[in-house]
């Protein structure tokens, strides 16, 4: 009895006010909230987040529901270190050839 965990996919709701956030916990797992700008950050089912974008919208207390594409980025840095020092031996030799060549002055 192996179960498929659905992916997360994360929701911004902007808000008029914080004072109903309580409200979106019903919707999903509220991860953060910020006071100071009235923005939500909300964690949904995949499979779920076209239908619950919709009727988290249409609340009173919610001024508009953006997509956050934190979920989908990379969490491995596999190879990154590798293309970092390949571009830093570009930068460097690029540099020796600019500093070898002789510049003309008019």
């Not at 939500?40 to 995949?46: E, F, G, T």
């Amino acid at each position: 009895m192996s179960e498929q965990k659905n992916g997360r996919a994360g929701l911004i709701v902007w808000l008029y006010t914080t004072k109903y956030v309580n409200k979106l916990k019903r919707y999903g797992l509220v991860h953060y909230v910020s006071k100071n700008i009235n923005y939500a950050v909300l964690y949904v089912n995949k499979d779920e987040r076209e239908d619950l974008s919709r009727t988290i919208s249409k609340q009173h207390f919610v001024r508009k529901v953006e997509n956050a594409y934190q979920c989908e980025l990379p969490k491995t840095f596999d190879g990154v270190l590798d293309k970092v020092t390949e571009m830093t031996k570009k930068k460097t030799e690029l540099e020796k050839s600019e500093l070898e060549t002789p510049r003309r002055v008019i």
